[in-house]
């Protein structure tokens, strides 16, 4: 299926190469992402993936678990993480989705439906599968990104964009282009000033649809 904005992610029994269990289990109480790779052992994946490494401190400030998935088997992985670990300097110790058989990609709509993998296969043949998801508690998908083979993600900007979501979060607030945590937000339209001055206090009108204010503790 493909997934939209709001849709509860399928609970998807996941193989992995910390165990095996349901994708709800694993997001539990908690946010998620989960970011898709092609095939172990290649370049651009290897430095993904060791962001996400090095991001281990700030995953865990923000309450978020991460998993990974390539279209490759267990013992791969456990190999690659080795890899993954010298190249930089961090453990990897998040798990990483054994999808050798592409169920998971294509439930998740990563590939085309008739997608297969062929003898000697070369990650141009899985090269669809370079997705971020990020799901919310509830199990609802928040925002994904999709990049082609030639582009490292920006974990950065994925690290940006999870706290614009944690910040926004069943509160009637959006964040402005380029936000960063701690920086004024916009007060949503669903409220009217009066509203809005007794929810958030005070409030600075720009235009009569743009309204910031504070970003809520």
Known sequence: MALRINDVVPNLDLVTDQGN????DFIGDSWAILFSHPKDFTPVCTTEFGAVAQLAAEWEKRGTKVIGLSVDGVEEHVEWKADIEKFSGA???FPIIADDDL????ALDMLPANAYLPDGRTAA???SVRVVFIFSPDKKLQLSMTYPMSVGRNFAEVLRALDALQATYQVPIATPANWVNGQDVIVALSLNDEQAKERFGEIDVKLPYLRTT???S
């Open 21 to 24: 269990f349901k994708l709800h």
């Open 91 to 93: 453990k990897a110790g």
């Open 103 to 106: 169920s998971i990609s294509k």
């Open 125 to 127: 043949d899985s090269a």
């Open 214 to 216: 504070k970003q809520p």
